[in-house]
């Protein structure tokens, strides 16, 4: 798949890492909802769980011919499938970043690490949010950028997501419905912050796979 570290991705590869996202949701969906349960509605991990089947099926039913078209029509799905907060910001994360990435058959790392810029920027946009807010921002922030040319920077980035949110155990909410909760909010884990962990963790470890 061409040189090592500047990989060229297409659609097929942009599938892969929504099902390996799938199966990663599903196998902590639990722990998300435990999360959820301390500063939330409790029920992160099952409304994310039942979002992502739901893009695993459309994409694998009639798969996109383009990058862009496969990350717009996961940001569709999650959007009208997944209750609360959590399905407009991942709807808005993919379908911002698809749009980025435009009409082109296939894209290189640089190009995605800008569109993931660009989504995790309207996401930041949607929700008022920023970088120490205790939200998804905590893990998408660090993990963008650290995002660079080659495709050896999605390992890092994946490091950064998962630093990220452990980061938010000692923090304040300032946004969300766990920023009710003021002072008691501080000691738990941000479960929007965990579950962008995983999404970034899939993105690398469906990198790797396809070296």
């Known amino acids: 798949m061409g040189t090592p570290g500047v990989h060229v991705l297409d659609a097929d590869f942009f599938r892969r890492w929504l099902v390996a996202a799938a199966a990663a949701v599903d196998r902590e969906a639990d722990r998300l909802t435990e999360l959820d349960s301390a500063i939330g509605d409790a029920d992160h991990g099952r409304n994310l769980q039942r979002g992502f089947a739901a893009v695993t099926a459309a994409v694998g039913k009639e798969p996109p011919a383009t990058p862009g078209a496969v990350l717009m029509l996961a940001g569709r799905q999650l959007i009208s499938t997944v209750g609360g907060a959590s399905g407009p910001l ?21 190009q995605l690490g800008d569109a993931l ?53 000692p923090m304040q909410a300032r946004k969300g419905r766990a920023s009710y909760l003021g002072e008691r909010s501080i000691g738990h884990q941000d479960p929007g912050a965990t579950s962008s962990a995983l999404l970034i963790a899939a993105l690398a470890e469906t990198v790797e796979a396809a070296r």
Do not use: C, H, I, N
């Open 117 to 169: 810029r660009a989504g995790v920027a309207a996401v930041a946009q949607l929700g008022g949010a920023a970088a120490g807010d205790k939200t998804m921002l905590d893990a998408l922030e660090p993990a963008v950028a650290a995002l660079g040319e080659t495709t050896d920077s999605f390992a890092v980035a994946r490091a950064a997501a998962e630093q990220g949110a452990l980061a938010t155990v």
């Open 90 to 110: 991942y709807g808005t994360l993919l379908r911002r970043t698809g749009k980025a990435l435009g009409d082109d058959g296939d894209v290189t790392a640089a």
